[in-house]
């Protein structure tokens, strides 16, 4: 099983920070950011949930060791 940290960034934001998914809140720590699968679930749910939240421009990533594995439209 291969665990992803989720990224995102926000309308205004210069770069992808680390994120709670179940919050909505980008995080500080790594300890707190959400792990998820990469599989189709997932990157369907991610991409839900940038298009609900379209009018913030939110953008999510799922990476391993530093590499984009998925990243929303």
């Known amino acids: 099983m291969d665990w992803h940290i989720v990224y995102a960034k ?13 919050e909505g809140i980008l995080v500080g720590n790594l ?3 959400s792990l998820m699968e990469n599989t189709e679930d997932t990157r369907a749910k991610l991409q839900r949930l940038a298009d609900l939240n379209k009018e913030c421009h939110l953008m999510l990533q799922l990476r391993r060791k530093g590499k984009v594995c998925f990243q929303t439209k």
Do not use: Q
Not at 10 to 22: E, I, L, N, P
């Open 10 to 22: 926000f309308d205004g934001s210069k770069g992808f920070r680390a994120f709670d998914v179940k």
């Open 31 to 33: 300890i707190y950011a």
